[in-house]
């Protein structure tokens, strides 16, 4: 009970040690550079990336089946354009980078996906309920 975990603190979790009956709410520039510097959201960005590709052998497919998966709506058609420029982008990147040296295309493409799922897991809509 009295251990604080970190991930718990940012987000205002309450502490174990007294009873609280209305969580306090603040949004925090620390709240937003966990979910982009985050091992556990990278993490979990590689599990949606490798699920959607299982799910899905087309890039519009496995673009959508990300919004459906973390959004729960479909992608709009300017998302899906943004979204294969941007996968097309980091796959190149990874290729030209020490990361990428020497992986196969499908490998840069898992990587790129992954980035696309972060940065889909990074927004406002994902992050806060309406």
Not at 104 to 119: F, G, H, N, T
């Amino acid at each position: 009970r009295s251990l604080v975990v970190p991930v718990v603190e940012t987000f205002d979790g309450p502490s174990g040690m007294i009873s609280v009956g209305r969580r306090q709410s603040t949004v925090l520039p620390t709240q937003s550079l966990f979910f982009l510097n985050s091992e556990f959201v990278r993490e979990h960005s590689l599990y949606l990336a490798e699920r959607v590709m299982a799910m899905h052998q087309d890039e519009a497919g496995q673009i959508e089946g990300v919004f459906r998966l973390a959004l729960g709506r479909p992608a709009r058609p300017d998302e899906i354009e943004l979204s294969k420029k941007f996968l097309q982008d980091q796959a190149f990147s990874y290729m030209l980078s020490e990361a990428g040296e020497g992986k196969p295309p499908k490998v840069l493409r898992q990587m790129a996906m992954r980035d696309l799922c972060q940065a889909i897991l990074t927004q406002d809509e994902f992050i806060y309920v309406d």
